[in-house]
């Protein structure tokens, strides 16, 4: 039986990437506890390299959305690589035919951070002056490109069928600075990459959203020393993306940053436990 608030996506086709961990792992789980069929993607895998050395790995993640109720199959794919995107987007409608649901929970730019410094000895929200530049370039190239380079291999499919949902897992700039030039920036770049594909998307049928969960008990948050001040899981902003792609009058969000509490709210989910935690304004 399907929670509160959870409907029923069985038959949906759905592509989660940066799904191994994190955010994109609970998106998936949520997608499958909704019936849907869910490819999980990334570049952590039981038989290949795994992202800074962690634990987690695709096919665990596909598993997951089988228990969930769904069926899952994974993909192992480095999303910073137009050629490789375009590979998995080509293999999922080869085998499937179609692609209802894609979501980019793609993101690099705390890899190597240890809760207290980043790899080349910055520490977060150190002021812009002295911090170096590379690493901008990373977090963008890790987040807002490889959520272009999904967005431009789905949305040929989706416009064919006048119909899709995209959605790029980001955090919600609106309010004001996030504490950090560089996740302020890449996030607020990911905002607009959304805004600028749902204005394109919106006449031919498909929807272009960004999605902002607060702060998350992810596996790197928890080994960072931040799981007791994250009050979110991943399943959250799972039940998040299944209730939009649920809705009759999804296209009325198109363009927008949407916040997971908020959307909690309006369709009546809840977190794993039961709960609906408020939304959360600053980053970490």
Same mark, same amino acid.
């Given at each position: 039986?399907?929670?509160?608030?959870? #409907?029923?996506?069985?038959?949906?086709?759905?592509?989660? @990437?940066?799904?191994? $961990?994190?955010?994109?792992?609970?998106?998936?789980?949520?997608?499958?506890?909704?019936?849907?069929?869910?490819?999980?993607?990334?570049?952590?895998? +039981?038989?290949? #390299?795994?992202?800074?050395?962690?634990?987690?790995?695709?096919?665990?993640?596909?598993?997951?959305?089988?228990? !969930?109720?769904?069926?899952?199959?994974?993909?192992?794919?480095?999303?910073?690589? +137009?050629?490789?995107?375009?590979?998995?987007?080509?293999?999922?409608?080869?085998?499937?035919?179609?692609?209802?649901?894609?979501?980019?929970?793609?993101?690099?730019?705390? +890899?190597?951070?240890?809760?207290?410094?980043?790899?080349?000895?910055? @520490?977060?929200?150190?002021?812009?002056?002295?911090?170096? !530049?590379?690493?901008?370039?990373?977090?963008?190239?890790?987040?807002?490109?490889?959520? %272009?380079?999904?967005? /431009?291999?789905?949305? #040929?499919?989706?416009?064919?069928?006048? $119909?899709?949902?995209?959605? %790029?897992?980001?955090?919600?700039?609106?309010?004001?600075?996030?504490?950090?030039?560089?996740?302020?920036?890449?996030?607020?770049?990911?905002?607009?990459?959304?805004?600028?594909?749902?204005?394109?998307?919106? #006449?031919?049928?498909?929807? @272009?959203?960004?999605?902002?969960?607060?702060?998350?008990?992810?596996?790197?948050?928890?080994?960072?020393?931040?799981?007791?001040?994250?009050?979110?899981?991943?399943?959250?902003?799972?039940? !998040?993306?299944? @209730?939009?792609?649920?809705?009759?009058?999804?296209?009325?969000?198109?363009?927008?940053?949407?916040?997971?509490?908020?959307? !909690?709210?309006?369709?009546?989910?809840?977190?794993?436990?039961?709960?609906?935690?408020?939304?959360? /304004?600053?980053?970490?």
């Amino acid at each position: 039986m399907r929670p509160a608030g959870v #409907p029923d996506l069985s038959g949906q086709v759905c592509l989660v @990437a940066g799904a191994s $961990r994190g955010v994109g792992r609970g998106i998936a789980r949520a997608l499958g506890e909704a019936g849907a069929t869910v490819i999980v993607t990334g570049r952590s895998s +039981e038989s290949g #390299p795994r992202t800074d050395g962690r634990p987690e790995v695709l096919e665990d993640a596909a598993r997951e959305v089988d228990l !969930a109720g769904g069926r899952g199959f994974h993909y192992l794919c480095d999303h910073t690589r +137009e050629q490789a995107v375009d590979g998995l987007v080509h293999w999922t409608l080869r085998r499937f035919g179609r692609i209802d649901i894609a979501v980019s929970s793609v993101w690099g730019g705390h +890899e190597g951070y240890d809760g207290d410094r980043f790899p080349d000895g910055a @520490a977060w929200g150190d002021p812009f002056w002295r911090r170096a !530049a590379t690493p901008l370039g990373h977090a963008l190239q890790s987040g807002p490109y490889a959520a %272009l380079l999904l967005a /431009r291999a789905v949305a #040929p499919a989706m416009v064919s069928a006048k $119909r899709g949902l995209l959605v %790029l897992v980001s955090f919600g700039t609106q309010e004001g600075y996030l504490g950090d030039i560089v996740y302020d920036l890449a996030m607020a770049t990911t905002n607009r990459l959304a805004l600028a594909t749902a204005a394109e998307l919106a #006449p031919r049928g498909v929807t @272009a959203l960004a999605l902002s969960p607060g702060r998350v008990r992810t596996e790197r948050s928890i080994d960072a020393g931040f799981g007791e001040v994250a009050d979110e899981t991943p399943l959250y902003a799972g039940r !998040a993306v299944a @209730a939009l792609a649920g809705d009759p009058a999804l296209a009325e969000q198109a363009g927008r940053t949407l916040h997971v509490a908020d959307l !909690a709210r309006h369709y009546g989910f809840t977190d794993e436990d039961g709960r609906r935690p408020d939304r959360f /304004r600053m980053g970490f």
